[in-house]
């Protein structure tokens, strides 16, 4: 039970290094294309396709990462979940996570519809990642295998008198 948990923290910790990796390659994909434009004017449409073609290679291992790796490792979790014998909250909040990467999808999907509507219901695709990080990150907390253990509290032959005010070896 013990490798259990300590496996479903090592999953924990490479989904938030796969989540912070997702932001980096859309903030890089992103900044290709915004950095088309130069400072001195408008940008020439040969300057627009090479920004988005730099772009296109970051967004494309963003969606890889987010369509493949992220859900995969959501899954082991739910799997170590059951193993590690974690409370039936805990289960249900991992698994709560994986239904917030189903919502992420269908969120992504509505950014493809070329619409303001579509585009309008596709922002939230950020709002849900801020979610998905938050609960990840309360997952973590409440279940991490690596604390230490607790210091041995004293027994009460070692502790002081109330009636001497002085330890148990006082003067």
Partial sequence: MAG???????AGVVLVVE????????AAASW??????????????????????????FASLHAVNGTLLIPLTMLVMIGLAFGARHSGRVKLVTAGLFGLMVIQ???GFFGGLQSTLGSA???LHG????AIVAVTGYLLN????????PLAQPSAAAAPSPSS???????
Avoid: C, E, H
């Fill in 4 to 10: 259990f948990r300590r496996g479903y923290t090592i």
């Fill in 19 to 26: 989540l912070a990796l997702q932001f980096y390659l859309i």
């Fill in 32 to 57: 290709s294309v915004w950095g088309a434009t130069p400072s001195s004017g408008d940008a020439t449409s040969s300057q627009i396709f090479a920004g988005f073609k730099i772009g296109d290679t």
């Fill in 105 to 107: 999808a269908l969120l």
């Fill in 121 to 123: 219901i596709a922002g």
């Fill in 127 to 130: 709002l849900n990642a801020l």
């Fill in 142 to 149: 409440a279940t991490w295998a690596y604390r230490p253990a």
């Fill in 165 to 171: 005010g002085m330890g148990a070896g006082g003067l």
